[in-house]
C-alpha cells in the first residue's frame, strides 16, 4: 500500500528527521538557528516545538564546537544530525569531520561507531552572497571513513535522511538548497532504494548523463530537449558520493557507449573526475567516445548575477552530449 | 614563568605542609588520605617516571618511532586522577601516561601506539574509561564536552549522590590552549553546564615556543572569561592537585556546571623524543624546576612522615621491574596483520575497501604462487 504526499523537499526533509526521532530517542538535531526559528531553509521547522530543547538544540556559532561536541555525543550512545547553516560555513569543521569524525572508527580499531550525520545545504542557483552557494563534496568523498550522499527529489530526501541516520558510520548529507521549494511526491511507505545506489531517473538508449542533486532536474531537461532534437538519453541520479555504486553506471554506459558526467562543483579533482577515470578503466571496450564532464570552472564560486554562467545548464550538458556523439 | 601569589600550594617544595587563608577548605580533603592511598600517590609517581626512563631508551634503541614523555607531570596527573570516580570519564592528550595507569591501563597499549602497531591501542570502556590519546591538539576537549552533554541529557550528574553521579575530565596543554576547539568547548561546556573539569597542565613549553607567546594573561584567568570559575595550582604538589580536582569535581557532578584548573608544571624532558630542548631554554630554568621536581618533594613529605626507607627501596625495585617488564614486552610485540589496514575503516560494509582488500590479497597471492613456480 502506498501513500503518497506531494511535498517539497525541505519539508520531506523535516517529515524524514521527525520520523527519525520518533523511532529512537537517541537521534538528536543540533546546529545554529534550528530551535525556535527552524533552521534558515526551516528544515527542522516545528521539531523543537515537539521534541523540546535537549533533543532540538540551538548551538553556540561554532561549527567545530558542533560536530566536536556531536562527537562526543555519538560516544555516549547518541545518534546527532548536525546542521551547517551553508556550504560554505563547514570549513571551520574541517578538522572534526576529517581528522576526528572519520578516523575515530579506524582509530578504535571498531570498537566504536560514528553514527554522526552532518547536513549541508549546497550549491549555487538562489543569488546568495559569497560562501552560500558552494559544492565541497570532493574534500568530504576523498576522506576515508566518510559516507556521502545527495538526494535529487523529494521522496529521497524523505527516505535518505531516515537511512544516514540509521547508518553506524558518519554521513555527509548534501542538501541541494536550490530544491529545496519544488514538490514532488512522497511515497512514505515505501523507500524505494537504497542509501548507496546509484538510480536511473529517465531511460534513454544514445547517451547516459550522470549527476547529483540539483543537477539532476537539469540533466533531465537537457534529456526533455534531446529527446524532442530525435535524441534518446538516460539520464542517471548518482544519489551516493561515497561508496559510488558503479553497477548501474557501467551498465548504463555499456548500453549507450558514451556517458556525460555533470556537475556544480570545480570539475578539477572532482567526483565527476573519479567517475570518469573509473569508468574508462571498467568499461573501456564499451565507450564510444572519451568521458566528458560538463562542470563548475575552476574558480571561486563568482559573484551571484555571474552564477548562471558559471553553473552547468541544460545548454552546456547538450553540447557536450553533441560533442560525444560526434566521435 | 613560577608560581604567583595566586598559585594554590599544600606542599612547598621542601615537602612541607603550607598553611594559608586560600587552601584552608582543602586541607580537611587531603586529611581523609589515608597512609595507603598517601603511598600509592608516591608509587604511581615513581612507576610513571620508571615508564617514562623505559620509553626514551627504547626509542633511541629504534624500539619506538616516538616516545612522549611525561617527566615532570606526574604530580599533577596523580593527584587529579585519584581524585576521579570510577564512573568518571577522561579524554587525555597525548602524555598522561600516570592517568592511564590509575584507571587501569596496562601501559604496553601506549607503547603499541608510539611503536607504530596502532592509531589508538585501547578501549575507554575496558580501561576506567581512560579514552584514548588525541594527537591533535585540544581536539579532545570537544569530544569530552559532547560526552558530558550527553551525561546531562541522560540525567546522569546533578542527582546529588555522589555515587552514581558522573563527570568528565579533560587534559590538555597551554599550547592546546591557543586553540580554537579548546575555547569552542569551553563555550560549549558554559552555555549546556557541562558536569566537566578542564585540566590544564601549563608544562610551560609548547615545543620550543614558551607560555608568554601563547597568553598574555594567566590561562586560568581565561576560563572566567567564558563564565567558568578557576584557579590556578601549584601542579607538582600532588595533594593540592588531588584537593582542587577532588573539590571541583564533586562540584561539577554535583551540576554546578563546568570548573577549570590550571596547574603550573614543567615538561622536565623534551617535548617528544625528535625534541631537543638545549636549543631554546636554559639550564639554569631546567635547574630551577628540578628543585620543584613532585617526586623528590612528596617523597620528603612522606618521609616527614615517618615513612621508612624500606618502603622507599622497595617501590624503587618495584619501579625498576615495571621498566624492565615494559622492556620485555615490547621487544616481543609483532606486527599487525596487513588485514588491519582496511578493517574497521567503517563500521557497515564499505564496497570500495572490501574491493581493495581483495585486490591486494590477489596481489600478494600472486607472489606466493610465483615463488612456488620458480
Redesign the interface.
Known amino acids: 500500500m502506498s501513500e503518497l504526499e506531494s511535498l517539497p523537499m525541505a519539508k520531506a526533509l523535516n517529515a524524514g528527521l521527525r520520523q527519525a526521532m520518533l523511532s529512537d530517542p537517541k537521534v ?1 538535531l543540533m546546529g545554529e538557528d534550528i530551535g525556535p526559528l527552524g533552521g534558515v531553509f526551516r528544515v527542522t521547522e516545528g521539531l523543537q516545538v515537539e521534541f523540546g530543547e ?1 533533543r532540538v538544540m540551538d ?2 556559532l ?1 561549527e ?2 558542533i ?12 545518534r546527532p544530525v548536525c546542521e551547517i547553516q551553508f556550504d560554505g560555513f563547514v570549513y ?1 569543521a574541517f ?2 569531520i576529517t ?2 569524525l572519520a ?1 575515530l ?10 553514527p554522526v550525520v552532518i547536513r549541508i545545504p549546497y550549491g549555487g542557483h538562489i543569488g546568495a552572497v559569497e560562501h552560500h552557494q558552494e559544492s565541497p563534496e570532493a574534500y568530504f568523498a576523498h576522506t ?2 566518510l ?1 556521502v550522499v545527495s538526494p535529487s527529489t523529494p521522496h529521497d530526501a524523505y527516505w535518505m535522511i531516515q537511512d544516514a541516520i540509521s ?3 558518519p554521513v555527509i548529507f548534501l542538501e541541494p538548497k536550490s530544491r529545496y521549494w519544488p514538490k514532488g511526491e512522497v511515497d512514505t511507505s515505501d523507500r524505494g532504494r537504497l542509501l548507496h545506489a546509484t538510480a536511473v531517473a529517465r531511460e534513454g538508449t544514445e547517451v547516459t548523463l550522470l549527476g547529483h542533486g540539483a543537477m539532476v532536474s537539469v540533466l533531465l531537461q537537457a534529456a526533455d530537449i534531446a529527446a524532442e532534437e530525435g535524441t534518446s538519453v538516460e539520464v542517471l541520479d548518482l544519489r551516493s558520493l ?4 558503479y553497477g548501474p553506471i557501467l551498465e548504463s554506459v555499456r548500453k549507450t557507449g558514451r556517458l556525460v558526467i555533470a556537475q556544480e562543483a570545480p570539475g578539477s579533482v572532482s567526483v565527476g573526475s573519479e567517475i570518469a577515470a573509473t569508468v574508462a578503466e571498467r568499461a573501456f571496450y564499451s565507450l564510444e567516445a572519451p568521458v566528458l564532464r560538463v562542470s563548475g570552472f575552476d574558480t571561486p564560486f563568482p559573484p551571484a548575477k555571474l552564477e548562471t554562467i558559471y553553473l552547468p545548464d541544460a545548454d552546456r550538458v547538450l553540447e557536450a552530449v553533441d560533442r560525444a556523439l560526434a566521435y | 614563568m613560577s608560581y604567583t601569589e595566586a598559585t594554590l600550594q599544600l606542599l612547598s617544595p621542601a615537602g612541607a605542609l603550607v598553611e594559608s587563608d586560600a587552601t584552608a577548605e582543602y586541607v580537611p580533603i587531603i586529611e581523609k588520605l589515608t597512609d595507603t592511598e598517601l603511598r600509592e600517590f608516591h608509587r604511581v609517581m615513581a612507576l610513571t617516571r620508571a615508564f617514562d626512563m623505559e620509553g626514551t631508551n627504547l626509542q633511541r634503541q629504534g624500539q619506538m618511532g616516538l616516545w612522549v614523555p611525561s617527566l615532570g607531570q606526574e604530580g599533577a596527573q596523580v593527584g587529579s586522577a585519584f581524585a576521579m570516580r570510577p564512573q568518571d570519564h577522561i579524554f587525555p592528550s597525548y602524555r598522561e601516561h600516570a592517568v592511564g595507569i590509575i584507571r587501569g591501563l596496562d601501559v604496553l597499549d601506549i607503547v603499541r601506539l608510539l611503536r607504530g602497531l596502532t592509531h589508538g591501542g585501547w578501549t575507554a570502556a575496558e580501561n576506567g574509561n581512560f579514552h584514548i590519546y588525541t594527537m591533535v591538539l585540544g581536539s579532545q576537549t570537544l569530544h569530552a564536552t559532547g560526552y558530558a552533554m550527553g551525561i546531562t541529557l541522560d540525567g546522569k550528574a546533578g542527582t546529588g549522590n555522589p555515587e552514581t553521579d558522573e563527570a568528565v575530565i579533560t587534559y590538555f596543554g597551554d599550547g592546546s590552549t591557543s586553540q580554537g576547539d579548546v575555547n569552542e568547548a569551553m563555550i560549549f561546556a558554559a552555555s549546556y553546564q557541562t558536569p566537566e573539569l578542564f585540566f590544564l597542565q601549563n608544562n610551560q613549553w609548547a615545543i620550543s615556543v614558551p607560555v608568554s607567546k601563547q597568553s598574555r594573561t594567566p590561562l586560568y584567568l581565561r576560563a572566567g572569561g567564558f563564565g567558568i570559575p578557576s584557579i590556578q595550582i601549584d601542579g607538582n604538589d600532588v595533594l593540592i592537585s588531588y584537593a582542587a580536582s577532588r573539590k571541583y569535581l564533586e562540584e561539577t557532578r554535583a551540576g554546578g556546571g563546568p570548573r577549570f584548573i590550571e596547574a603550573l608544571t614543567y615538561r622536565m624532558g623534551a617535548h617528544t623524543s625528535s625534541d631537543d630542548p638545549t636549543k631554546y631554554r636554559s639550564d639554569e630554568e631546567t635547574a630551577h624546576w628540578a628543585t620543584l621536581d613532585p617526586i623528590s618533594r612528596f617523597e620528603a613529605y612522606l618521609r616527614g612522615r615517618g615513612e621508612s626507607d624500606k618502603f622507599f627501596a622497595d617501590i624503587k625495585v618495584e619501579a625498576a621491574d615495571f621498566g624492565e617488564d615494559i622492556r620485555r614486552r615490547t621487544v616481543e610485540l609483532g606486527t599487525p596483520p596487513v588485514g588491519n589496514i582496511f578493517d574497521n575503516v567503517y563500521s557497515e560494509p564499505h564496497p570500495l575497501i572490501d574491493e581493495q582488500k581483495q585486490w591486494l590479497a590477489n596481489y600478494e597471492a600472486a607472489f606466493a604462487e610465483s615463488e612456488v613456480a620458480e
Open positions: 538528536i535537549n548551538t553556540p561554532a567545530s564546537g560536530v566536536g561536541t556531536a562527537i562526543g555525543l555519538a560516544m555516549r550512545g547518541y571551520p578538522d572534526q581528522s576526528q578516523k572508527t579506524n582509530r578504535h580499531e571498531g570498537d566504536i561507531s560514528m576515508p571513513g559516507r547508518s553506524d558510520d561515497s561508496p559510488i555504486d
